[in-house]
Every structure is written in structure tokens, then in C-alpha cells.
């Protein structure tokens, strides 16, 4: 590990000052799970690490109907699933915030870590996708909204400029009738990493019938979380049931682009693609008819 | 009590059935618990001296290929850097095999394993390592050091590495064919055989057959503590190595070897062990770091591995092809069996596979057999010894088979075992007559535990799919090798057991308890203590299960000769005879006259001379230790994956010294037995490559993986132990793999033939089965 200064900023004005000033010589810190990591293993080599977890915006936490959910970028899983309402309302991102790592782990991990570190096997991001959330970012010219399913660009690699950062993540309020799942599939039963992830949402009629939207998302089966806007697509008008499913499923099956690699065979991954599809849709919608 | 009746005292102690014990089974908390548990117990890393220098090894990043040159210029030149060690700097070595541990090791070769010489023969060999004034200097002076290569093809599989183009890693290496040295380069370094009965005649006999051939990935052991070594190469030339191994005297001759020098000039000093599991018996950083400290003005130096050094460069078990045929006749007997085994070794001859040879069929009595052994080396780390070595794998192919066999002739699995199973005076496939084993008694209590009779229980979903399965194991054990005791009597009733084997599994708490039940005091009147190699007597490294039995047998002795010297002294006290006084249950009685120990240590004080007893023992005696397993399996059809719902090991485990720590052996072997069995396994790209040299990605179990398993402790007292002790530490490990492949045949109807059975390898089969 390379030695670096430790700066703990305030204000999101001076992080990013320090960013700009830095360029890639600087990088935040947040919970630190990836980062430390990376820094141990040589991967990453800043000389200055900027920690953002005495700024005031970065950690809030708060929900309500009109706006509905806003997570800091340094809001620790643990303190998601510590709220009533919060796990009431988007069971869906518990499914992925109390999955990464382990206890320990969730008590510093952050969502807003999860979304900017873009592993394409990430556990929050295809979920935060499936939610329809949008990722708040303030740089040197002031505040922009980037769709989640649009932040990622390659493995490792996001949308943000050197001397932008993630303030919050913004999840819009639950319509009627609607719920979000997300599974993966790990050979172990915890502190593994996902050989396939996928987020879903669905929203039904008044008489919870009919599915009235959609949203699938697929984690670790491309170089970047993917949004596969036909297999939600081809829900919307149908009603709940194996046939409309096994479709989504076919459908998101045929847009993932897996690799075969040490956690998984490209054959596989395809194969898991569908099977949890299957499986998220069917605990979606049972919440959503619940 | 005269030399004559302490004789017969210990002969009479042999004769071990049914005997009441005051201690022995009991379970007391160990004597370094506390420490465990506080955090205060000292491991290798955790020493701080003055002036302390912190050494980092540069590794190879290719498989396979000659190394052309080594420029360490640029890294002396960076500001704290000490010192630079490479392979020149080790003394030239013969080619001379040697018994190291359970197993032999070739000097030149380890020499060649610490610090690569002409070839770097897999990913992670070491190459160079440098010392500096603390790790980051050390690990940036390291990527410092600059190596040319020409780059050699690499062979990664047992199969690839015996094609006859296959790539050769060792030049001057030739087959040992059955005892003659073949004539032409070669990857496979020996082929043994043993063979007897008719093989024809055998399987015309058989009313089935089955045939099958597996394979098996190279599997770590996983042990927590990454390897470490201090050391201190004095301006006397005395060599000081504080360092984590199963055995300091062991790792002290090694020392010596590599570097040429007398023993008496290298002292190690073993610390607390964070697990070994036959991974740290061969050294692979003590040399270097005392070298390093000899060129960097006798400072002394501290190397620790990273998790990635720890699977890229140590330990490996060897992965291989096994193929099986055996035939049954209709009633059940085992008619034939026929088997060829391939180990890789990794980097340099010397996989388990002789003892996978017996272990293979071990358990059986067959009339005609034949079992081919062939070591193979391949560009991955040597192979190390890892807990029943060469037997998990070698149990996984036998055990599915005995168990196909089972199936097609309609017979329980438990029942098949018990119409082959060895018995006392029957011939073992490996050649000696088996001498009284509890492997009869294991299955007839798998049959009627709680476990087999109760119902199998319902799948948790559509998707998935329950079976059951049963494997057992047998396993040789070393009853042999030195082990050396020193018993002081302290002036206040306590008394200091001083030995040498370190303690991996509670063996502390084990020999306290073994010299209490011999003295007739508590075992906490007894501090057991590991010491360095300058303080006892040689001691053979705590590995193929001999420590309780080898060290207990010093133990006692030690413990009989105290009590003579108790006479002795009772006898001045009272003015009468010692061979009047009677000794039991820590009292000592001569007509009227009676004392306790304690009484007597403090009466005899410090003046007279302390009562002490000193052991130096080779015992040749026998243990095998036999198992049989029951687990239960959940496979989710859709995504291949196997849980595992239930498990009992049951075990002959002779006499249970402190039940709770046979009982921790029984699971620990069982979760890692788990580990082969469902995900472990090394990761190769097509150039060789380790891809998952983490614990992230190399999956061993996590508590949410296994059940809790449950336990029988089968007692058949081992009559070549004074307590009747046999080894436990390792058999538990041989069942699980073929126990769990069997229970996914039940439940699936899917026969698998490689390992690990894990998801991936799962579907694969279902998807091949379908077409
Ligand atoms: C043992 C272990 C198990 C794990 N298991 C899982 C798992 O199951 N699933 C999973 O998905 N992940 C897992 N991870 C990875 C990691 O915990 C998660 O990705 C976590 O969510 C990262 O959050 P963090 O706050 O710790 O990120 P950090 O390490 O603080 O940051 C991650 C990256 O994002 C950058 N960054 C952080 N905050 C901002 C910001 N506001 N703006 C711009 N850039 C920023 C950092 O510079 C860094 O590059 C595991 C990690 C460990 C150590």
C-alpha cells in the first residue's frame, strides 16, 4: 500500500474543490469497503483520500410520499434496513442492502459506494435501476440528475467527471400496488459475489391483475449493470401469471452478454438469468398483491 | 514402588478396555484458552523487537519459464531498503530425498521452492525478497526488482502434463517406474503399484460392475493465519527464528539443510498456530528472512504473506484422475477392484498419493486387487501435506462407486459396508493384517443413530430435490516418529510439562490431561507448555494425527517415572522401603504412613533437589482410525446448487481424551470435507494463471454453509496406547466428499464425477445428462 494524505472534508464544495485541484491524484472515501481494499491490493494509488463522511448532505436519509426516498452517498446499509418505513416501502433495496458483505460490512458499506465503485456484479445497482433511481451529483458547475441505469459506463468506470461527486441517490415515491425484489445467485450463502444479480419492479391495476409496469434489471452478466427495458416492457398490459413471466424471462435472457470467468461459466450466467427473473418477478408481484 | 512394579505398571496399563478414568473424558478448559479468547495469545506476526526490519518476497507473475536475468539495482537504490536476497545467495544443494513430516522432500527442490533458481515453475514462486525499514518500502522495492524471462508453455493438469508433448518442467527429472529409473525427461515422477488375488478371476466372479473415472481440483487448506517467519541472524552466528509451523525441530533441520549449517546453530521458536492442517510443515520464509537478516547488519527481519502468497505459493493439495472399477457379486462381495491414481505435486515430485493408494480401498476386504499410483508434477505450488493427505479425494472416487454398486444390487449402502467391511486379522488391500479397528462398530452405529432412522425431510420448493448419502474413510495415521517430554515437580503441588509438539488442536489441554490421569492430580494442577527447540528434546511435527498418541505415550512415561521418584522420596521420609509404598489416585500409602502429591512436592521443597522426569520416545505402534458419514443434501435443480441439510460423522476414536476437542476434530474435518466437496478449487487461466487467489473467490464454507454436525465418538481403545489413544485429527476429513456426491445421486439420480460438485460443475452435468 502506497501512503496517502487523509483530508475529511465538510462541505460538498470543498471535496470537490479538492478534486478539481487533484484531478486523479484525489479519491472520496465513503464507507471504504471497496476503497481500502483496492488501496491494500496496489489497485488504486491516490496520494490524497478525501473522506465524505462528515458532510452534512451525504447522510441524509428521508422519506416521504411526494419525494419519496433520498439516500445520502454516505449512508451505511444498515441504517436503510434500521428504518420501519424505509424496509416497508422498498423491500426491494433491503433484498440488495442487507445482502453486501455481512453484518459488519453493512454497517459502513454505502449504496452510493456500491453505485460509484461500478462493478458490474454490484448488488445495489440493478435494484436501484429496477426502482427508477436517479443518481444527484454536484460538480464544480453546480447539480446534476443522472438516471441510475445510465451511470455506469464500464467496469470501474462511471458517468461522473474527475471533479464531480455523488451527493445522493433519489428513489421516487412507491405508486399503488407496486414493489420491487431483487435476488442473486452466490455458490456460498454470504461473502460472495454475485455470479448473476437481477433487480425487478412491478406495479398492478387496482385489482391486482393486471401488471400495469415494469422494470428488469441484470447484474455480473455485462461490463456494466444492464437495464433491459423489453423485458419490463413486455409485462405491461398482462396479467399476472407463468406465461407473461417465463416471456420477461426469455426476453432478459437474451440481453445478457455474460463472460465466463472464476465465479461463473457464460453458460451458466445465461442460464441463472432466467431462473431468477422467474423468481424475482414471482416475489414482486406477490408482494405487490399482498 | 521398584523399577520392576513400574513396569508391570505400564505394561498392565495396556490392556486399556473398559477402565474407569478420573480425568480422561472429561473437559476441562484448556490452559490457553484465555489467552485465545482475550486476544493475548502471541502469533508469529504479533512480535515487535528494536530495530525490526520488514522483509516482502517479489513473485513470479508467469507459470512456467526460465529465468534470464535478475537486476536488483533499482531496488537496493531506493531510500530504506537493507538489503536484497535472491537464489545465489542459498547454498548450492545435492539432490537428496529426505524424510520431512509424514512425507520426503528433496533439499535442492525446497532450496529452489524458497527462492526460484534456473526456472520459475508457477505463478507465485518466489524469486527475490527484500528488506526494508517497514512493509511498504519493502513491497515498492520489491516490484522494483527487475527479471527478464523466456516464457515456457505451462502444464496446470495432471492430464496435461502426462501427454508425451507435454512441456517438461524439470529437466533432469525420469520416472521412477516401480523401483527402475526411466530413461527419457518426464512430468511423472514415480509409478508404484501394488497388486494381489486375480484380477479376471475377480470381476468374472462380479455380477456388476461399475467403472468410472473422476476428477478432482487442487484445493488449499485454508488455514486462517497467513504464513510468517522472524529472524535474527546474530553477529555470534547464531540463528533466531520466531515462526509459525507445526514443527520446530522439524523446521529447524530443514533450516539447517538449506542453509548448510549445523543445527545447533539455528533455534526456532514456535508460536501460536492460527491453524496448519499439514501446511506448515515444509518452511518456505525462514531462510530467507534469516539471510536477509544477515545482510542487512543483523537486524532482525519479519515476513508475513499476504492472503494471495498464502494460495498462490504454499500448501496445495494436489488435484487428480482417479479411476475406479470394481465388481460385486450379487450377495454384496467386493470380487475386484482395480484402480490407477494420478496426483499432481505441483512444482516438484512429491503428492500424496502413496497414501492415497491405501486409503483408496483401505476400508474393504478384497481378494483381487490392483492399484496404479502416478506422482505428477505440474506448474502449480508444491503440493503440501493437507489433513488425511491424498485421501478425500481418493474416498470421493471409491466411496461412489461402493455406493453404485449398492444401488444396482439393491443393498442399503450401510449394509454393503458392513458385508466388506475390514475387521480385526483381515488383510488390508495396502498388505498388513489389520489389527482390532472399530470400523464394524462405526456402521452399525450410523444404522441405528437418529439421523439414518429419521424420515429424509421435504424439499423446501418445487425447484429442489432431497437425498441422502452415507461414505466412509479410513485413514493410516503416524504412530511413530520422536517425541520428547520434560516433567518438573513444582514446590507447591503443580507441575510443568514442558514438550515440544506444537498445539494445533488442544493438544496442550490433552497431554495435561493424560500426565494428571497418570499422576492421579487435576489437569489444571498440570501447565503444559510448547517450547523452542533449545529447551526438549527432538519432536516429530504435530501432523498425521500422532500427536496425543506419540507425546502421550512420553507423557506417561514421564508421569511413571514422577511417581517412582515420589517413592523414592516418600520412602526417605518415612525411613522404609519404596518398594512398600503404593501410589494411587495421587496418594501415596506405606502401612500407616500416607501423603498426598501436593503435600509431598512441598515437603520435598527446593532443597532436596526437584523431582523431574525427562522422555525421549519412538514409539512403532499402529492406529488406524476408521469413519462413516450421513449427510443430507438439498439440490436446487434450476440453479445446481447443494445445501447441505444434515450431518453426522460417526467415528472410532479409540479413547477420547477431552471429548469436546475429538468432537471440534469431527467437525472441522467434516467442514472442510464440505469445502472439497461443494466449491473449493483452484482457478486457472489457459496460461496458468491463479485467478481466485483470495478467500473472496475461493470459496471455503462459511458457517451459513453447514449445518451444525453432529457427532458420534465410537470408542474402541487402540491396545498400542496406554490410554488407548488413536489419532482423530485427520479421518474425519476423508468421508465427506464421497458421502455428499452419494446423497446427490439419492436425491438426483446424477452421478458426479468431479469435484467440487459445485454449482456450476452441477449444471453442467444436468445439461450433460439431458442430451
Ligand atoms: C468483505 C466484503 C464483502 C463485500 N460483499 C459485497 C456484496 O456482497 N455485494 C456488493 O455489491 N459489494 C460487496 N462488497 C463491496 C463493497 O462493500 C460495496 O461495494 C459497498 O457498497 C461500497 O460502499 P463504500 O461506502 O464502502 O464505498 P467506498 O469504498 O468508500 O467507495 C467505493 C468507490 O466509490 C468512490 N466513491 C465513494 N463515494 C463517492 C461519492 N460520493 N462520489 C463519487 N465517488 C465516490 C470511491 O472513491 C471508491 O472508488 C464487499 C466488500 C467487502 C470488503
Redesign the interface.
Known sequence: ???FEYIPATTVNEAIAILHQQGDQARLISGGTDLIVQLRE?RRKPKIVVDIKRIPEVNQLSYNLIDGLTIGAAVPCYKLYGSAVIKETYPGLIDAASLIGGVQIQGRATLGGNLCNASPAADSIPALIAHNAIAVVAGMNGERHIPVQDFCTSPGRTQLEPDEMLVSIQVPAPRAHSYGAYLR?T???????A?VGVGVWVALDDTRVVITAARIALGAVGPTPLFVNEAGASLVGQPIGSQAIEKAALIAQLAAKPIT?????A??RR??VA?LTRRALDSAIARASA | MDSETLEQVASADISVENRHYKVIGSRPIRHDGPDKVTGRALFGADIRMNGLLYGKVLRSPHAHARIISIDVSRALALTGVKAVVTNADLPTLESVVSRVGEGSINWRYLSSNLLAGEKVLYHGHAIAAVSAVNP?VA??AASLIDVEYEILSPVITVDQAMRPDASILLDELRTNELGARGSTPTNIASHDQFQRGDLDQGFSAASVIVEREFTTSTVHQGYIEPHNATAIWGTDGQITVWTSTQGGHDARRQIAEVLQLPVSRIKVIPMEIGGGFGGKIGIYLEPVAALLSLKSGNRPVQMTMSRFDVLAATGPTSGSVIRVKMGAAQDGQITAAQVSLAYAAGAYPGSPVGSAMSVILNPYRIANVQVDGYDVVTNTPRAAAYRAPGGTNAAFAAESVVDELANKLGIDPIDMRLINGIKEGDRRVDGPISRRVGYIETLERARSSPHYLSALSSPSSATCKVGRGVGSGWWGNWPGGTSSVSVVVNNDGTVNLIEGSTDIGGSRVAMAMMLAETLGIQASDIKPMVVDTDSVGYNDVTAGSRTTYSTGIAVHKAGLKIIHEMCERAAQLWNVDPGTIDYADGVLTSGTNHIGFKELARKIGDGDGNVVASVSISPNGEGVALATHIVDVEVDM????VQILRYTAIQDVGTAIHPAYVEGQLQGGVAQGIGWA??EEY?YDAQGHL??GSL??Y?I??A??LPMIETVLVEVPNTTHPFGVRGVGEVPIVPPAGAVANAIANATGLRMTILPM???HM??AM?AQAK
Open positions: 500500500m502506497q501512503a496496489g445467485f455458490p456460498r450463502n454470504e461473502m460472495d459475489i455470479v470467468d472464476m465465479r461463473g461459466s453458460e451458466q442460464h441463472l431462473v | 511498504h513491497e515498492q434450476e440453479t445446481g446448487k461443494l466449491n482457478v485467478l481466485n473472496l473467490d470459496r464454507p462459511t451459513l454453509d459445485s454449482p456450476r449444471l453442467e445439461w
